[in-house]
Nanobody
Framework: QVHLVESGGGLVQAGGPLRLTCAAS????????MGWYRQAPGQQRELVAQ???????NYADSVKGRFTISRDNTKNTMYLQMNSLKPEDTAVYYC??????????????WGQGTQVTVSS
């Protein structure tokens, strides 16, 4: 069984940084694209950033230049460095990963979410 666990959320003042971590565990043969989504109250879940197994990245326009996504394939772990945070970044952040595990093709797995709150 595969699990994704996020950590690093919390309360931060506007302009400050936070670093989110997403760790995958279980029987993992390989991991394809990984990424972060977020969902603010009353809003739809939106893509924040994603990174392929080869390191290519893609960002939402609203976070370009402020957020950096990275991954450590040796640790099955992904990071989201968030700088210059704004109150509008407040949301629950979810990580996902496209993982191939025993007996299954590549399948999307999701973490439980971590709250990020940015105060003005």
């Amino acid at each position: 069984q595969v699990h994704l666990v996020e950590s690093g959320g919390g309360l931060v003042q506007a302009g400050g940084p936070l670093r989110l971590t997403c760790a995958a565990s279980g029987i993992i043969f390989s991991i394809g694209t990984m990424g972060w989504y977020r969902q603010a109250p009353g809003q739809q879940r939106e893509l924040v950033a994603q990174i392929t197994s080869g390191g290519s990245t893609n960002y939402a326009d609203s976070v370009k230049g402020r957020f950096t996504i990275s991954r450590d394939n040796t640790k099955n772990t992904m990071y989201l460095q968030m700088n210059s945070l704004k109150p509008e970044d407040t949301a629950v952040y979810y990580c996902y990963a496209d993982i191939r595990t025993y007996g299954l093709p590549y399948t999307d797995y999701w973490g439980q979410g971590t709250q990020v709150t940015v105060s003005s």
